[in-house]
């Protein structure tokens, strides 16, 4: 990956045997699989192991040239510290406005915009979720097919709401993320809730009046008027009378929403009206080969084109931490940048673990030695622009930010994905090198394949096959390019693998409170 590397992974389907001539004439010492590192000179023990010019560790033992260089040969380095780090001395790369490119999308009345028009049904406790889930079905079945125009209907599962710490600090973070995924751009400013009613998370607390669109209040029973809180159906109401009064209740409160989103049209829409997300999961050693690389070209193209781009993952730039700070556009940008990472380093602390229990048997499989190795090769999705502002986990993005935000996050792909919905993501792009079959409800999710064997075996599965960088020669802004126009048919509607398969992950709350 640099020129002062002491190490290569081998792109070889299947790995190369022991006594393997490489080009340079070094012969393989052991047989090493696919993904995972050769060592190409000798080194001493306690010498340096260097991938990406970045030390990912120390040997360990002596090693020989053409050895299989894994985990447990490697001493992982310890963690920056926060202090006397580079602080935005990157220079603006001042790229070229990138114009003239579109989609269509749909526009909300607060200015956002959606890539689908989705009615989504907020919960406030995971008590309600099973007649939810028997009323969306209802809802699907009866109401959806006379309303051609809305692409779906879905529950706002969570298992939040009660037997929780409410009012304990860190409880904003789980609150606030409900909050503004129910004002998502996918949904059309349409706020539909069902409560149970004794539970801890009162409608009104999930969404203060004045902190959502105002609508037509419905007739339903147990419903309370908009003007008072947010549209809800109160399942402990007395008006309701058997479980069945629940359902018809949901389902005729539905009505009306529907039929909003209904009346909306797709328009053209500049491509700077995107919020994309990005995020990496069963990652491997080509993630920061060919999809990651990738995914920062069209990161570049975006921003470029005046959208914004996410990307997060704490755990998984933290070992680039110094590469965050100095791209920072101000001191302030990035004195955020290390709150938040300080923040999680505590949290981290509190259960007694460190940035090393994020690597998962399957990124050690795929030749992902520890943390370090897999940040710098997760934090290249961001691309070379100068990061603009940074978000807090469940905080909403703004109308004016935009360009490149760092939203803190934890690396979990659920809570991720989740956290990103509610900064406002109106779409997702995930790389995998491992394979999951991934995807949210809520957004389309762009899913990109680090290696062919990958895209070749999941090719129903994978919308994108980005190890041909290693594998067919292709160049890191063809597939960068290829993404980007990815991105434009299916903010218009095009439906990814996993929208055609109706795979969807649940959404999971970030709660670092006390459970009571």
Not at 69 to 96: C, K, S, T, W, Y
Not at 145 to 173: K, M, R, S
Not at 320 to 335: H, I, N, P, W
Request: charged letters at 20%; one cysteine or more; aromatic letters at 6%.
């Amino acid at each position: 990956m640099h020129e002062d590397d002491n190490v290569a992974i081998v792109v070889n389907d299947g790995g190369l045997a022991a006594g393997s001539v490489l080009d340079s004439g070094l012969v393989l010492i052991d047989k090493v699989p696919q993904g995972h590192k050769v060592l190409l000179r000798d080194l001493a023990q306690g010498d340096t192991i260097k991938r990406y010019n970045v030390t990912i560790g120390r040997a360990l033992k002596p090693l020989k040239a053409g050895c299989w260089v894994h985990e447990r040969l490697i001493e992982m380095p310890v963690a920056l510290g926060f202090e006397n780090l580079p602080i935005a001395q990157h220079q603006d790369p001042q790229l070229a406005p990138l114009e003239g490119y579109t989609f269509e999308g749909y526009k909300n009345k607060d200015g956002s915009v959606g890539t689908r028009n989705i009615l989504a049904i907020t919960t406030t406790v995971q008590c309600v979720a099973g007649v939810v889930s028997i009323a969306v079905q209802r809802i699907k079945s009866e109401l959806l097919p006379q309303y051609p125009n809305v692409d779906d209907v879905i529950g706002l599962e969570h298992t939040y709401g009660c037997g929780v710490a409410i009012d304990a600090p860190d409880a904003i973070i789980p609150i606030r993320t409900l909050r503004h995924i129910s004002l998502n751009p996918n949904f059309g400013g349409e706020v539909m809730v069902v409560s149970l009613g004794c539970e801890k998370l009162q409608p009104d607390r999930l969404l203060p009046p004045g902190s959502f669109p105002l609508q037509s209040a419905g007739q339903g029973l147990g419903l309370r008027q908009a003007q008072d809180g947010p549209e809800t159906v109160c399942l402990q109401d007395d008006a309701h009378v058997g479980f069945m009064s629940m359902i018809d209740d949901i389902v005729q409160t539905a009505r009306p929403h529907l039929e909003r989103l209904n009346a909306r049209k797709r328009e053209t829409l500049p491509a700077s009206e995107l919020i994309v997300g990005v995020q990496c999961g069963g990652s491997d050693a080509f993630s920061g080969v060919t999809a990651n690389p990738a995914v920062g070209f069209a990161a570049d193209l975006l921003v470029r084109a005046g959208a914004t781009i996410m990307f997060s993952e704490n755990t998984e730039v933290r070992d680039a931490v110094d590469q965050l700070t100095k791209r920072c556009a101000s001191q302030e940008v990035a004195a955020e940048v290390i709150r938040e990472l300080s923040w999680y380093d505590k949290y981290l602390e509190r259960g007694r673990v460190d940035r090393s229990a994020n690597t998962t048997p399957g990124n050690k499989a795929g030749g992902l030695s520890n943390i370090v190795e897999k940040a710098m090769g997760s934090i290249i999705k961001s691309g070379t622009t100068l990061i603009q502002s940074v978000l807090a986990p469940g905080e909403r993005l703004r109308k004016d930010q935009r360009g490149l935000v760092f939203a803190a996050t934890p690396a979990s792909d659920f809570i991720c994905g989740t956290l990103q919905l509610a900064a406002g993501m109106n779409l997702h792009i995930f790389t995998t090198g491992r394979g999951t079959p991934y995807g949210l409800a809520e957004c389309p999710v762009i899913k990109v394949a680090t290696r062919t064997d990958l895209a070749r075996r999941w090719h129903d599965l994978m919308d994108i096959d980005a190890g041909r960088i290693a594998s067919e020669g292709a160049s890191i802004e063809e597939v960068g390019w290829e993404l980007f126009r990815l991105m434009l048919d299916v903010a218009s509607g095009k439906k990814t693998w996993a929208e055609q398969w109706k795979l969807h992950n649940a959404l999971v709350l970030f709660n670092p409170a006390p459970v009571t």
